[in-house]
């Protein structure tokens, strides 16, 4: 059974940052793709980035050049490194694996 389990949200300021993790039970984490997604209040969840086994990031347009994807296989955990926050970023933060949710991890971005 694979569970993924996410970590680090939290309250931040306009133009912070926070580094969230994706931990992921699974033998064949290495060779899976992982997608970050987000539901702000009241809105669906879409996806903000996905990184490949090769370790290469996809980002939607509202995140590039803000937020980075990355892998640490060794650990089977996935990142999403984000600065430059902004109050539009606030949603909860979901990571899949293999089509396994996580229970989500909240970002809310507030002055």
């Known amino acids: 059974q694979v569970q993924v389990t996410e970590s680090g949200g939290g309250l931040v300021q306009p133009g912070g940052s926070l580094r969230l993790s994706c931990a992921v039970s699974?033998?064949?984490?290495?060779?899976?793709?992982v997608t970050w997604y987000r539901q702000p209040p009241g809105k669906q969840r879409d996806w903000v980035a996905v990184i490949n086994s090769a370790g290469n990031g996809i980002y939607v347009d509202s995140v590039k050049g803000r937020f980075t994807v990355s892998r640490d296989n060794s650990r089977s955990t996935v990142y999403l490194q984000m600065h430059s926050l902004k109050l539009e970023d606030t949603a909860v933060y979901y990571c899949?694996?293999?089509?396994?949710w996580g229970q989500g991890t909240q970002v809310t971005v507030s002055s």
């Open positions: 699974s033998s064949t984490f290495s060779d899976s793709i």
């Open positions: 899949r694996c293999d089509g396994h």
